[in-house]
């Protein structure tokens, strides 16, 4: 499809759609809780759609109404045979965090997903489900799904250091260490976004978090709650690197999830001397609204601890840096590599393609600002991330660009382009 230009400067208030990790979790935890639990402003989006048919597919009850969703939860033990391969499509949050739930379950089940799934690596979470007792292998013993789980009569407690920093690793071993009996201790890499952990509490479980360490005791029973899901911030990204950039622009997104585990890309933006605030902070719900405008932006370095925290946000970022004044280095980011494509390489390869100048190394970027970027053809490369962050670049030059793949967006933002047009058009 040829991408949309930008006339005017991106004016008005808009919200975004529901946060992904938290409308994953709470279809998860509220089907493995007592009780029923709603859930309003779910994204409704493939993959967390997804998520509901899987949970469908292991006999749990799910009510759509309008914006409310309603789970019937069946408990730890109330989760039945499948009839089919459970077929997480593009998500591998659904398909890391359901090893976690079903490795410690009484029969068995295959998990599969789309053609990136299957290249994506699992060995992360097989290896310490493994060291719990699971009996859990990749195809053709490869790390890659389909994964298949068999049944085994209990799950042991692990003392367990996470050799990656990552949420999806760390919320499978967190569910699966509620199916065992005694505690079980997680070291984080890094910090990474902790709404599991956020949302256990809410369903009356109990953890203990110190820094980078987390202590759960199992077995633990859930009660279902109310989930109300912020916005996503990585969602609300676009608009705000949009709106950096696109000259006179100055835009409102509320309702914000805003957990600190979540707002790298605030810290980096400030870093730059964007001009951004939040407003309306709410710190029971962790969320807010964030007020952003046009901005002359300079390079930096972003490395280390807050990479988890904007891991979702580089491929727009990596766009925002080729308009910063000096260089941009990101480093540390190799997780970058083994999402939904290799961000790394399509981040580099489609924006040069369109006059920017970024060097990929093997943890990130180096990346020449201020260039000026023209028409092409570019690929999204099935990701939807990479699909709206280039729909972003093709609003900074007049010339025409046209994506292929363009459908990829949504996997996480199907509104996507409706809420572009509603801020060029000024609302
Ligand atoms: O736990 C989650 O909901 C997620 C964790 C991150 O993945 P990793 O855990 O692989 O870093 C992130 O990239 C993904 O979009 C969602
Ligand atoms: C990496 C992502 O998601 P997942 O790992 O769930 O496929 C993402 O949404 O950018």
Redesign the pocket.
């Known amino acids: 499809m040829e991408l949309l230009k930008a006339t005017k400067p991106l004016l008005g208030t808009i919200v975004v759609p529901g946060d ?2 938290i409308s ?2 709470s279809i998860m935890f509220g089907a493995l809780a007592n009780g029923t639990t709603t859930i309003t402003n779910f994204l409704r989006a493939d993959d967390c759609l997804g998520t509901i048919q899987v949970f469908r597919q292991l006999g749990v009850n799910i009510e759509e109404q309008d914006d409310l969703i309603r789970v019937h939860g069946v408990g730890w033990s109330g989760l039945q045979l499948p009839e089919t391969v459970l077929d997480v499509g593009n998500s ?2 659904t398909i ?2 359901l090893m976690g739930i079903l490795a410690a379950q009484k029969f068995a089940v295959t998990l599969t997903g789309d053609e990136s799934i299957q290249r994506r690596p699992m060995n992360r979470v097989i290896a310490p489900l493994r060291a719990m007792g699971a009996n859990i292998s990749g195809m053709n013993h490869t790390e890659f799904p389909p994964i298949t789980i068999k049944p085994v009569p209990n799950l042991s407690p692990i003392n367990y250091q996470l050799p990656v ?5 760390k ?1 499978a071993l967190i569910f699966a260490a509620l199916q065992t009996t005694g505690e079980t201790v997680l070291t984080e890499k890094e910090q ?2 902790d ?2 952990e956020e949302m256990l509490k809410q369903f009356c479980g109990q953890i203990e978090v110190a820094g980078k360490e987390i202590r759960i005791s199992g077995p633990q029973t859930l009660i279902g709650q109310e989930v109300i899901v912020p916005g996503d911030i ?1 969602s609300a990204a676009f608009f705000i690197v949009a709106a950096l950039l696109i000259p006179k622009s100055k835009i409102i997104i509320k309702n914000v999830g805003l957990s600190s585990t979540r707002t790298g890309i605030i810290d980096v933006i400030k870093a730059m001397n964007g001009k951004i605030n939040i407003h309306d902070y709410d710190s029971v719900n962790q969320s807010g609204t964030i007020c952003v405008e046009h901005s002359e932006l300079v390079g930096t370095v972003i490395e280390g601890e807050i990479i ?1 925290r904007l ?2 946000e580089l491929p727009i970022i990596a766009l925002l840096a080729t308009q910063a004044k000096g260089q941009t280095v990101i480093r540390d980011a190799e ?1 970058l590599a083994v ?1 939904e494509t290799n961000r790394i390489q399509a981040v580099t390869e489609e924006l040069n393609k369109l006059g920017a100048n970024i060097k990929s190394t093997r943890d990130g970027f180096i990346i020449q600002g201020q260039t000026k970027l023209h028409g092409g053809k570019v690929t999204s490369y099935g990701d939807h991330r990479i699909g709206m962050m280039l729909q972003i670049a093709a609003l900074l030059t007049d010339e025409s660009v046209f994506l292929s793949d363009s459908s990829a967006v949504s996997v996480s933002f199907p509104t996507f382009f409706d809420v572009l047009t509603e801020l060029m058009e000024g609302h």
């Not at 920093?165 to 690793?169: E, F, L, N, P, T």
């Open positions: 992904k990790s994953h979790r591998g949050t890391r965090l920093a990552s949420a999806q690793v919320s990474t976004r709404h599991t990585s988890p891991i979702d997780e999402k």
